[in-house]
Every structure is written in C-alpha cells, then in structure tokens.
C-alpha cells in the first residue's frame, strides 16, 4: 500500500468518526497531492508524499512561531504538525546518519580519490531522503571529508 492510499483511508475513517481535526489535516494532504499531480501530469510517488509532508509541517511551524500569542492557533497547528508527522519515515539518529555518509565517502572515493561533498551526497540522498534533514546533512558530510 502506497503512502497516498493509507492517507486516503485515514481520511475516509476520520469522516465515519468524525474526527474533524484529523479530517481537515489529512484533507490538506490529499488536497496539495491531487494539485502535484495535476501539476507533473502523473501519480505521486511516496517520495512526493514525503515532500509534500513536509512542506505542510514547515507550514505549520512557521506559523506557530510567527503567532505564538494566539493560542488557539498554535493548539491546533501543533495538533495537525502531530497527526502530519505520523506519515513521515521514522527519523534516523545520528549514529545511523554518520554510518551512512562514511559509506557513501567511502563508495564516493571508490570511484575518484579526491571525492567532493557533492559526489557524496548524491550517493546518499536517496538512503536519507525524508529521514534526517539534508541540510545537517551536508555539513557532516563536509566535516567527514576534512
């Protein structure tokens, strides 16, 4: 099952319960994956879901911090954030995160001695994506390379 069909079916479940905070939040997911497909003209994938994911998250924590006064507003954008979150891949530590970029170094300099963070992080990105921000990402793999 695709990660668009389980929300699908979150949001059919949160209708029968009528669950309108979980129904508006999965709603909002549904809603900007149909307008991607629409946009590139074909199926979104589970990777698309995941940026799409964390596009509403980063939404949503943006929010909370420009209007921390309105409390009405940060209860329920944390509550979405929460229920958004739980369709993401499970985060990775940092021991994992480390272990997968010095196999990526090592596999980059199999291919060239002297290997850029960039030619890493190629390597990597699709073993990360979704799981850990890339943008640390790309100063472990900097601090890795020396």
């Known amino acids: 099952m695709t990660l668009k069909d ?9 209708l029968k319960e009528k669950d309108n905070l979980t129904k508006t939040a999965v709603g909002y997911i ?4 149909k307008q991607q497909e629409v946009d590139t003209k074909k199926e ?3 990777s698309d879901v995941i940026a799409i994911l964390k596009t509403l998250i980063r939404q949503r924590k943006d929010s909370i911090e420009k209007y921390p006064d309105i409390k009405e507003l940060v209860e329920r954008d944390s509550a979405e954030i929460a229920l958004l979150s739980k369709y993401m891949p499970v985060q990775l530590g940092a021991d994992e ?8 170094i090592k596999e980059a300099k199999a291919f060239k001695p002297i290997v850029a963070s960039g030619d890493v ?14 943008s640390q990402v790309k100063g472990l793999v900097e601090k890795e390379l020396g």
């Open 97 to 104: 995160v480390l272990t997968i970029i010095r196999e990526g």
């Open 121 to 134: 992080m190629k390597l990597i990105k699709a073993k990360l994506h979704g799981k850990t921000d890339m």
């Open 44 to 46: 979104a994938t589970d």
């Open 6 to 14: 389980e929300i699908t079916q979150a949001r059919v479940k949160a």
């Open 30 to 33: 549904l809603s900007a994956i």
